[in-house]
């Protein structure tokens, strides 16, 4: 079992910046790789960005420039960096994570809203 905790959301301008954080606990050895997904009003799930533990990256084409996801394996911690926010990029942000068995596991989400 893998166990998320995200943090860092809140309410920003347009144009500002917001640091989200997410922190694995229990069985981080089967991690092989985590990532940042984003769900607004009526909207599906979608993925903002995702990291493997050698450090690969991956984001979506709206996100690509402004954000930046990162990890710490010493603190087994993810973390998504968003710069010139929009107020379309306002949506609740959920950490996720696939072990090698792959088995999906999911933090509470975090509400990040940005106002025009």
């Known amino acids: 079992q893998v166990q998320l905790v995200e943090s860092g959301g809140g309410l920003v301008q347009a144009g500002r910046s917001l640091r989200l954080s997410c922190a694995a606990s229990?069985?981080?050895?089967?991690?092989?790789?985590m990532g940042w997904y984003r769900q607004a009003p009526g909207k599906q799930r979608e993925l903002v960005a995702t990291i493997t533990r050698g450090g690969s990256t991956n984001y979506a084409d709206s996100v690509k420039g402004r954000f930046t996801i990162s990890n710490d394996n010493a603190k087994n911690t993810v973390y998504l960096q968003m710069n010139s926010l929009k107020p379309e990029d306002t949506a609740v942000y959920y950490c996720?994570?696939?072990?090698?068995?792959?088995?999906?596991?999911w933090g509470q989400g975090t509400q990040v809203t940005v106002s025009s």
């Open positions: 229990g069985n981080i050895f089967s991690i092989s790789v």
């Open positions: 996720h994570t696939i072990s090698v068995y792959g088995n999906d596991y």
